[in-house]
């Protein structure tokens, strides 16, 4: 069987300080920390949950929320472009400080970016 995206970066401690990175820039941004709630932890484990999953990690987000339902999640936020690529220059800056291979990190980017612009709502 081929190795895993999860498997190929580390699993889960990888996930966690992508994670982490993303929210030290939301932490400051003028524009998206007013669409998170005062606590950000439950976010950071919903993403960091998330991200595992989808990149062949542990079921702990299916187990614990169900479907992701992503647009349908994100409906509640106004996702403007503007929202979006201040989203998308967090998790790239994230992305960029993991020590993982250019490849790696051209797969997982290529998600995201993919996911950020379909989530745009507004």
């Known amino acids: ?35 998170y709630p005062e606590d950000l932890e439950p976010g950071k484990v919903t993403l960091r949950d998330f991200l595992i999953q989808y990149w062949g990690g542990p079921t702990t987000y299916a187990e614990t929320r169900g479907h992701p339902r992503l647009r349908m999640r994100h409906a509640p936020f106004k996702i403007t472009k503007r929202a979006r690529d201040a989203w998308l220059t967090h998790m790239r800056a994230a992305l960029d400080a993991s020590d993982i291979s250019d490849a790696d990190k051209d797969e997982l980017w290529s998600y995201l970016d993919m996911a950020a612009h379909q989530l745009r709502n507004r």
Do not use: N
């Open 1 to 35: 069987m081929e190795e895993t995206l999860y498997e190929r970066v580390g699993g889960s401690p990888f996930f966690e300080g992508l994670v982490e990175r993303f929210y030290q820039g939301v932490e400051s941004d003028d524009l998206l920390r007013p669409m």
